[in-house]
């Protein structure tokens, strides 16, 4: 009998204002045919949903909110909600503001994460601004790369010392989250977005794509890093081998660059091995010993007039970008770690642990983690 009045409840129309319908259905990247095709109903009878003419089952809510990833809760909102979004500096021909579905989904779930950061900062009387100065176009990207590069203790013997880019980018990663800005790291297309930064609100956030491999995920993290200097709210594909005429993009491209092979070691090195500078095994070697790609060496030789224009182009074609592939999934807490840093899990764990949320609430701050994999990150985080 109890089941059989969930059925009814199910079928009975529910009120709600369909402006957020479609509302939900345009921030998760969906067209309104597509949605159709999904639930397997005429195109006609979903537009009649979303003008208010024909008021959906509790059935097809439900069936929305696993489309759009969304909870069901957010159906009964009042009114649409403002996500900010920030601002494109991608350049896709035809794709401007256009984002793939995942990306759409990223940006909703790291807007979410720097809200409950603030909250959990705030419960625990800590300065939510980020420990830099604020820099304009017109400082030059070498000094202020040359600065932070002292700042964080990168020199030329530790960036050798790493055992791969994995681990240089772990140590990035600390230095910049040691400044008060969060780092996380989340899987979306590589050719829709390599990453993109908060700064309209507090805490600032950097996202760096999951799926690329790490040598460009480094030069993302130190580019979006620029972006943060600048004081920008920005989605963009770092890419030094690819000319950009927008000077925020080009200043954040020096910024990384030189952050991570600075002119006076370019230098030095270039003239060492000048003799065999663009050969694949010069190029590999260099690129392993500074973790950076091939592509951003040849960047840098042009750059300091150790090859022609000419001669650079021809050279790029050579070293395609490969893409990156991992070796089956990590267990669900080393997951999470990896997408939301050391320092937003530490601020969870000192919220429950000082009683100021509850253990329900602080599963609540770590998107789709079960209880089994939250005691762990208790035991490893803590």
């Known amino acids: 009998m109890q089941n059989e009045n969930l059925n009814v409840v199910d ?11 479609k509302w939900l259905r345009e921030i998760s990247g969906y067209s309104i045919e597509e949605v159709a095709e999904k639930l397997k109903i005429e195109v006609e009878k979903l537009e009649l949903i979303e003008e208010g003419k024909l ?5 097809l809510i439900r069936d929305l909110s696993k489309i759009y990833k969304v909870p069901v809760a957010a159906f009964f909102l009042p009114k649409p909600r403002e996500i900010p979004m920030p601002k494109d500096y991608r ?14 989904l990223v940006f909703r779930k790291v807007r979410g994460l720097q809200k409950v950061a603030k909250e959990l900062i705030e419960n625990l009387g800590y300065t939510i601004e980020p420990h830099i100065e604020r820099v304009s176009l ?9 600065k932070y590069r002292e700042e964080f203790g990168l020199t030329e013997e530790l960036q050798a010392e ?7 980018f772990k140590y990035l990663r600390q230095k910049i989250e040691e400044l008060n800005i969060f780092v996380f790291q989340y899987g979306m297309p590589v050719k829709d977005a390599r990453g ?8 600032i956030i950097i996202t760096v794509n999951s799926k690329d491999l790490y040598k460009p995920r480094i030069f993302t993290l130190m580019h979006e890093f620029g972006h943060v200097l600048l004081g920008e709210s920005v989605v963009d594909i770092p890419n030094i081998a690819i000319p950009t005429t927008n000077i925020v993009e080009r200043w954040c491209n020096e910024f ?20 065999s500078l663009t050969s694949k095994r010069t190029l590999g070697r260099l690129s392993g010993r500074y973790k950076v790609s091939k592509h ?7 750059k300091l007039n150790y090859i022609s224009l000419k001669e650079y182009e021809e050279f790029k074609k050579r070293f395609k970008p490969s893409s990156y592939r991992g070796s089956g999934g990590p267990p669900p807490e080393v997951r999470i770690m990896s997408e939301l840093g050391d320092k937003y899990l530490k601020l969870v764990v000192q919220n429950y642990k000082n009683n100021l949320i509850s253990y329900s609430a602080a599963l609540e701050t770590i998107p789709s983690v079960k209880t089994r994999t939250f005691n762990k990150l208790l035991e490893q985080v803590g």
């Open 55 to 59: 008021g959906p089952t509790f059935t």
């Open 296 to 302: 951003m060496l040849l960047y840098t030789m042009f």
């Open 162 to 168: 790493f055992k791969d880019a994995s681990a240089m």
């Open 256 to 275: 990384a660059a030189s952050f991570l092979l600075p002119k006076d070691v370019a230098i030095k090195v270039f003239g060492e091995n000048r003799s």
């Open 11 to 21: 079928e009975i129309a529910v009120r709600l204002n369909p402006d957020v319908l």
């Open 138 to 146: 017109k400082d030059k990207p070498e000094k202020i790369a040359e």
């Open 196 to 203: 993109f930064t908060l700064t309209d609100d507090f805490p």
């Open 91 to 104: 350049f896709i021909p035809g794709r401007e503001s256009k984002f793939d579905k995942e990306t759409l």
